[in-house]
């Protein structure tokens, strides 16, 4: 489906967009980030010990994020958990990925941003109940959800990415799946549309717009209170027993064509002879065209 978004051209004279959006944001993490106290996985002994840091590091963060890109607390959860379910089966494959947290956030993200979700009429009566722009005359002191809501969703990946978690715009685009200039035109836009329900973005130079979206973003998802998450080790059991419920779901699919395949090769050629070999019904008796008292001989006689 092609996103499209209308949104005013820049004021003439805009400053461009500077160099500093092509690095990571410099200073302390964001709220929104994962949380840089906890042990990396690197350091843990074994598989499970190294998914548990992780996901310690990363659940709670990751949980903040899924909301801001939905809008709904219950999808956010389930986002973020069915991305650490994946994460546990594939572990393998992950720990050896370049960036593990990376890959888990990707799973949560194409899981909150699946166009399925909009099909949701819970979904789209909260939409509809949405406050309305601050307008020219509001305060614009805060970033309202719909401002978020109203981006395709390509644009919400860009702005959380960039603005909220502070990568750098190569690192947004390969996240993102995308090519650096239609990140950048992305996040342009992007932060075009918020500066219509946020004023103080329409006074600042396109320099400070990062710094100060990451705070409006942080606020927002303070705002929620948020859905309390599995421990590690719950995360882990309940991965294992999907893979063993998946798995015993396929045996028996299997065992049950199998056994289809069987009694239809056995019942088959048994229910065709039986029913050519079956006794005809009582009366008049059956005369064979061969026989002597058949049409021919009575013909002749």
């Known amino acids: 489906m092609t996103e499209t978004l209308s949104v005013p051209a820049p004021a003439e004279g805009a400053a461009p967009e500077t160099a500093a959006d092509e690095?990571?944001?410099a200073g302390p993490p964001s709220g929104l980030a994962e949380a840089a106290d906890h042990p990396r996985p690197a350091t843990a002994d074994g598989p499970a010990e190294a998914f548990d840091l992780l996901y310690e590091r990363l659940a709670r963060p990751l949980l903040r994020q899924a909301y801001l890109l939905t809008g709904d607390r219950e999808l956010a959860g389930r986002a973020v958990r069915h991305a650490f379910r994946q994460a546990w089966e594939r572990w393998p494959e992950v720990a050896v990925d370049r960036d593990p947290a990376g890959w888990v956030r990707t799973a949560a993200y194409d899981h909150a941003l699946?166009?399925?979700h909009r099909l949701d009429p819970r979904r789209r009566a909260a939409r509809?109940?949405?406050?309305?722009?601050?307008g020219p005359e509001g305060s614009g002191g805060g970033l309202p959800p719909e401002a978020l809501l109203d981006l395709p969703p390509s644009y919400r990946r860009t702005l959380l990415l960039h603005d909220g978690l502070g990568l750098g715009l190569s690192e947004t685009a390969a996240e993102s799946e995308a090519s650096t200039a239609a990140t950048a035109a992305r996040l342009m836009h992007a932060r075009e549309a918020l500066a219509e329900y946020v004023q103080v973005l329409r006074r600042?130079?396109?320099?400070?717009r990062r710094e100060i979206i990451r705070s409006l973003l942080e606020e927002l998802a303070d705002t929620e209170s948020l859905p309390e998450l599995p421990s590690a080790a719950t995360a882990r059991d309940g991965s294992e027993r999907t893979v063993r419920l998946r798995t015993g779901a396929s045996f028996g699919a299997t065992a049950l064509v199998a056994a289809a395949a069987l009694l239809a090769s056995l019942g088959g050629p048994q229910a065709h002879d039986s029913a050519r070999q079956a006794p005809q019904?009582?009366?008049?008796?059956?005369?064979?065209?061969?026989?002597?008292d058949g049409p021919e001989d009575r013909a002749a006689g």
Do not use: I, L
């Not at 600042?204 to 400070?208: D, F, I, M, S, T």
């Not at 019904?281 to 002597?292: I, M, Q, Y």
């Open 23 to 25: 690095r990571p944001a």
């Open 128 to 134: 509809r109940g949405g406050t309305g722009k601050d």
């Open 281 to 292: 019904k009582t009366g008049a008796p059956a005369v064979s065209e061969s026989s002597p």
């Open 114 to 116: 699946s166009p399925w």
């Open 204 to 208: 600042v130079a396109p320099a400070r």
